[in-house]
């Protein structure tokens, strides 16, 4: 599902309401989130940053750290930024909260996927 480049400036947002397509897109941020190019590392973090006020993408990130065709390197940081978005924006009150709250929904769902990466076949995604 990853293509094999990667722009240097990535447009900030995600599409919204079309889940594939939206893990497509934090996919691709993440790496290029490890890019060596300064402006393409910026532009991921700040895409990857703002995402998480989207509704959907805590849930997108989920598949994509479980999703077993995503390169594993890509995996690992989606599994790394799941624990900072679920740290910043699952409980109001919580820590290190920044609005807005994830909602019940996408909790649930959240919470009925990570399971599953219990059993992945890499250690390191099981204890991401």
Request: proline content about 6%; overall charge neutral; some cysteine.
């Amino acid at each position: 599902r990853v293509p094999g480049v990667f722009p240097c400036a990535l447009h900030v947002g995600f599409v919204a309401g079309n889940s594939a397509a939206m893990e497509d897109q934090i996919a691709q941020a993440l790496v290029a989130s490890m890019s060596a190019d300064e402006t393409t590392r910026v532009n991921a973090e700040t895409q990857l940053t703002q995402g998480g006020t989207q509704p959907g993408f805590g849930l997108a990130l989920t598949r994509v750290a479980l999703n077993q065709q995503t390169p594993y390197g890509t995996r690992q940081l989606a599994a790394v930024v799941l624990k900072k978005y679920i740290k910043e924006h699952w409980q109001e009150g919580e820590g290190r909260f920044f609005p807005p709250q994830t909602s019940d929904e996408e909790k649930a769902a959240i919470r009925e996927l990570l399971p599953v990466g219990l059993s992945d076949p890499i250690g390191k995604i099981r204890t991401a």
